[in-house]
């Protein structure tokens, strides 16, 4: 389990309104989550057929005329 050392941070009533962790155990955090939620999607998607590469490469370009992908053509 991970170690978090925290700072509470009170109010003038002395309630905790927020709390304080080193950035290091922050991008932990981060680090965690993110693989966690790779893993959800990956999960979300393994009964899925792969895309042909022709399939791929319209997709791409309807994404790119939409303006919902940001790849500079050439790539």
């Given at each position: 389990?991970?170690e978090?050392?925290?700072?509470?941070?009170?109010?003038?009533?002395?309630?905790?309104?927020?709390?304080?962790?080193?950035?290091?155990?922050?991008?932990?955090?981060e680090?965690?989550l993110?693989?966690?939620?790779?893993?959800?999607?990956?999960?979300?998607?393994?009964?899925?057929?792969?895309?042909?590469?022709?399939?791929?490469?319209?997709?791409?370009t309807?994404?790119?005329?939409?303006?919902?992908?940001?790849?500079?053509?050439?790539?």
């Amino acid at each position: 389990m991970l170690e978090l050392h925290k700072s509470y941070v009170i109010d003038d009533n002395q309630q905790p309104i927020a709390v304080q962790i080193p950035i290091a155990e922050f991008e932990k955090i981060e680090e965690i989550l993110e693989d966690y939620g790779l893993a959800k999607l990956m999960e979300e998607v393994e009964e899925e057929k792969p895309l042909s590469k022709d399939d791929t490469i319209l997709s791409i370009t309807k994404r790119r005329k939409c303006g919902k992908l940001n790849i500079p053509k050439g790539s």
